[in-house]
């Protein structure tokens, strides 16, 4: 019996992100673009629950009318609907809600723009459902909603974090485990940055299609014993983990491009975004670690079958992944 806790501790630590990422803790997305003169268009984007939108309502400032929307329609993962909104005077200084988010266990992202192509971005969780639409957003704020944007998008990311969690499992000795994640971080800035500021465009279907292949090889590579692996994945894994973060990072360009930067401060919103992607991954990684430690020290007999659940672990990783490469590539 003590032999099965390991197992499934680690198949929880695959499965769990998945959890995280189920229609139900999906983000909501608000939108509000100027139409013309006090009149925005509004869209809202609700999670599935059970085939059913998630009993979360959008509450507009006051001065805002509410023309009837069109039945909310539902496009595979949300449910979607949009309409115009009458706002006397802006939305500037008024309050915007999301009611019935303080009982989910979700978050709602809300862009919006007070004038014509200055987007502001904004984050509200179920502790904070609402918030005052300040006339212009400052330093702090923007810091603060796109390096929690980062946060949620890699904690939301199961094929990034698969990602990591192989690496973790394949890359022996600390120093060298340092390096490869540096890397792996110095290169999905380098194209977050290019991708999102246009200087790099690619079309996202490959590149999610890589990404899923890369966790492959990782995974091709943990079925082998140490001294039949390839050399420079043995030797300097480094340098793999730089060449696949290049793909990773445009993986999290695509995420950022669809919720927008502000005008004005896109060093700034890129940069909390790209901090909030290290943050999580670095929450990841110590979660890994330290429910290893908590295993091995209630079954310290884990450390010898570490060998074989690791096997086991790579099989899994490398279905779940290989599924992906197929399903991405279908979907060309």
């Known amino acids: 019996m003590t032999r099965l806790v390991p197992v499934l501790l680690l198949l929880c630590v695959i499965w769990l992100p998945q959890k995280v990422s189920a229609h139900a803790l999906d983000p909501g997305y608000l939108e509000l673009v100027p139409f013309g003169p006090d009149t925005w268009r509004v869209t809202w984007r609700v999670p599935d629950v059970g085939g059913k939108p998630m009993p979360i309502d959008v509450r507009l400032p006051e001065p805002c009318g509410k023309r009837p929307p069109a039945p909310p329609a539902f496009d595979g993962r949300a449910w979607s ?81 698969l990602f990591v969690f192989a690496l973790l499992l394949l890359v022996r000795g600390r120093a060298r485990l340092f390096w490869a994640i540096t890397a792996f971080t110095a290169a999905h800035s380098l194209t977050l940055a290019a991708a999102t500021l246009g200087i790099l465009t690619l079309p996202s279907p490959p590149v999610e299609a890589v990404i899923a292949l890369s966790i492959v090889f990782l995974a091709y590579e943990l079925t082998l014993p140490p001294g039949r692996r390839d050399r420079v994945t043995e030797n300097a894994p480094w340098i793999v983990t730089f060449g696949f973060g290049l793909v990773h990072g445009l993986g999290f360009a695509g995420a950022l ?33 330290a429910a290893f430690a908590l295993v091995t020290r209630l079954v310290p007999a884990v450390l010898g079958l570490r060998a074989g659940l690791v096997r086991v672990t790579s099989y899994l990783i490398g279905s779940m992944a290989a599924f992906w490469v197929i399903e991405r590539i279908a979907a060309f």
């Open 257 to 289: 491009r669809e919720i927008g930067l502000p005008e004005g401060d896109i060093p700034l919103a890129l940069l909390a975004f790209n901090f909030g992607v290290e943050l999580g991954q670095i929450l990841f990684v110590m979660l890994v670690l």
């Open 81 to 161: 609907s949009s309409w115009i909104a009458d706002c006397p005077g802006g939305l500037a200084g008024g309050t915007l809600r999301i009611d019935g988010l303080e009982r989910t266990s979700t978050d709602v992202l809300v862009r919006y723009e007070l004038t014509p192509g200055e987007g502001q971005v904004h984050r509200l969780t179920a502790s904070e459902p609402g918030f005052s639409i300040p006339g212009q957003a400052g330093i702090r704020e923007i810091f603060t909603s796109y390096t929690g944007l980062g946060i949620t998008h890699i904690l939301e990311g199961l094929d990034h974090l």
